[in-house]
């Protein structure tokens, strides 16, 4: 398995990322004038903000350079996939969404949520302190491992 160098690589940061852009779609003014409803800025705000924080969380842990603060903001990110879902439930039942879309978002809500879960576990489970903790290799020692290399 190749290691992954950035959060962009993460299949969970990018499944976040899909669930962010469909609630946009999903929750915008021309989504409200298509219903014939005056547009809820509250709700569209808060779903919104709940998605973004999904992908942004992931990606801050990611960055954070220690195990233990990426656990912390997957968990995070994984309680925030819960407001996204507990929120489609709210937009179903005030009519803003058709049983079709809520079941396609809330199906992507909950595909994140496993995601990040099994990420989580992954990275309990390797035991490893995290890239803050990883000694930079000095010059010399590059020189010397370039030098015994060239010998072989």
């Known amino acids: ?56 969380n992931i990606a801050e842990g990611f960055e954070r350079g220690t195990q233990a603060e990426l656990v912390n903001y997957l968990f995070i990110a994984k309680g925030s996939c819960g407001e996204v879902r507990c929120q489609l439930y709210v937009a179903l039942d005030n009519g803003y969404l058709n049983p079709e879309t809520f079941k396609r978002l809330k199906n992507l809500s909950e595909n994140c949520s496993i995601l990040i879960y099994r990420f989580i576990q992954s990275v309990k489970r390797q035991g490893v302190a995290g890239h803050q903790f990883k000694r930079e290799k000095s010059r010399a020692q590059m020189e010397r491992e370039k030098f015994d290399r060239a010998l072989t």
Not at 37 to 48: A, K, M, V
């Open 1 to 56: 398995m190749a290691t992954v160098q950035k959060f962009e690589d993460l299949i969970a940061w990018q499944r976040a990322r899909e669930l962010t852009r469909e609630i946009y779609k999903s929750f915008n003014a021309e989504t409200f004038k298509h219903l014939n409803l005056p547009p809820d800025y509250g709700f569209s705000d808060q779903i919104q903000r709940a998605s973004v924080s999904v992908m942004s």
